[in-house]
């Protein structure tokens, strides 16, 4: 069993859409949870980080579920810039442990 | 303008050479990454230096070498012995005394190709 796993996508989905990601991951000891959006081609950056009570930025909504061991992203309002790659980042002890999912592609069609 | 800088942005090589990668950051950051990136998996840590003259094996550090003789700097070699090393490769940095200290920050990546 991979340690962060992610359902590969890809998501095509209208402008408008609401659209929702799940990431699972296995250490429970697990303590930091991102999200972390890549563009073809291009390196990841940061777009949120996951606080356990959860976090909104915008038309962003992310949540973590400890018990459960799941991190979700939602997106509302979806626009074509949406579109790419999102991964799922756990970190375990420290920055040395950082485990990523493979990500899950979305595209976001006019 | 802070950031990470690599270079090259797209290096080829032939079997049984030696390359090397730049990163450099101006963030003041303490600790610095490399990773490698395959299509369908996720990052995979090589090598990592949370301290200048010091550095630590990731998870695939095999037929990689890194050196750290300055805080900007964690350039990175991939030796011959790296069976596979045709992949994207991200430096990261981050730094303990960040509010959000366990954030990476990553540069735009070399894209090595052996051919």
């Known amino acids: 069993r991979k340690e962060v796993e992610q359902d590969p996508g890809p998501f095509n989905v209208p402008e408008g859409a609401t659209v929702a990601f799940n990431c699972t991951y296995s250490n429970s000891a697990s303590q930091s949870f991102f999200w972390y959006r890549q563009d073809c081609r291009k390196e990841p950056k940061l777009l949120m980080s996951v606080y356990s009570s959860g976090n909104e930025d915008g038309r962003f909504t992310a949540q973590l579920n400890r018990a459960s061991q799941y991190i979700s992203l939602l997106i509302r309002d979806s626009k074509l810039s949406d579109s790419a790659t999102y991964l799922c980042?756990?970190?375990?002890?420290?920055?040395?442990?950082?485990?990523f999912g493979a990500g899950t592609r979305l595209t976001v069609k006019p | 303008d802070g950031g990470i800088t690599q270079s090259p942005k797209y290096l080829f090589r032939k079997e049984g050479q030696n390359v090397t990668l730049s990163c450099e950051q101006n963030l003041n950051h303490d600790a610095m990454y490399w990773y490698r990136q395959d299509p369908g998996q996720g990052l995979r840590l090589i090598y990592y230096s949370q301290i200048v003259n010091d550095f630590q094996k990731g998870d695939i550090a095999e037929g990689y070498s890194v050196s750290r003789e300055k805080k900007e700097s964690f350039p990175l070699t991939v030796t011959s012995a790296q069976k596979n090393p045709t992949a994207f490769y991200l430096c990261?940095?981050?730094?303990?005394?960040?509010?959000?200290?366990?954030?990476?920050?990553f540069g735009p990546g070399t894209r090595l190709t052996v051919l």
């Open positions: 990261a940095s981050s730094s303990p005394n960040d509010l959000n200290e366990d954030t990476q920050y």
């Open positions: 980042v756990v970190n375990t002890r420290n920055n040395n442990d950082m485990r």
